[in-house]
């Protein structure tokens, strides 16, 4: 059985930093997307960042460029999201999905059919 367990979240400081975990079971990590998006109150859900962890190409949307950043280890079947110089709006439940990779593969950016999801972990920004 697949999971994969988002963690890592609270309560910080604007200007503070996170780093969330997404902990995956039930798969081999290495021919899988992992992407984080996130959802704010009464918004939809978007993309935040991702990784194909074949080649460990990564791509992070413009609003969290140099920001946040992604990386995976496909020993402990885990991907991280750092996530620094945090604000107020990036306020929001965040949420990991694995798809797994195609051959060939585009851009990690490109996978937007998550056949896994977590359950996802609040990130609260606030002074």
């Known amino acids: 059985q697949v999971q994969l367990v988002e963690s890592g979240g609270g309560l910080v400081q604007p200007g503070g930093s996170l780093r969330l975990s997404c902990t995956t079971s039930?798969?081999?990590?290495?021919?899988?997307?992992i992407a984080w998006f996130r959802q704010a109150p009464g918004k939809g859900r978007e993309a935040v960042s991702c990784?194909?962890?074949?080649?460990?190409?990564?791509f992070h949307e413009e609003s969290v460029k140099g920001r946040f950043t992604i990386a995976g280890d496909n020993a402990k079947n885990t991907v991280y999201l750092q996530m620094n110089s945090l604000k107020p709006e990036d306020t929001a439940v965040y949420f990991c999905?694995?798809?797994?990779?195609?051959?060939?593969?585009?851009?990690?950016?490109?996978?937007?059919?998550?056949?896994?999801w977590g359950e996802g972990t609040l990130v609260n920004v606030s002074s």
């Open positions: 039930g798969i081999n990590l290495r021919y899988y997307v």
């Open positions: 990784i194909d962890n074949y080649d460990a190409t990564t």
């Open positions: 999905g694995a798809e797994s990779v195609y051959d060939p593969s585009p851009p990690c950016q490109y996978y937007t059919n998550m056949q896994y």
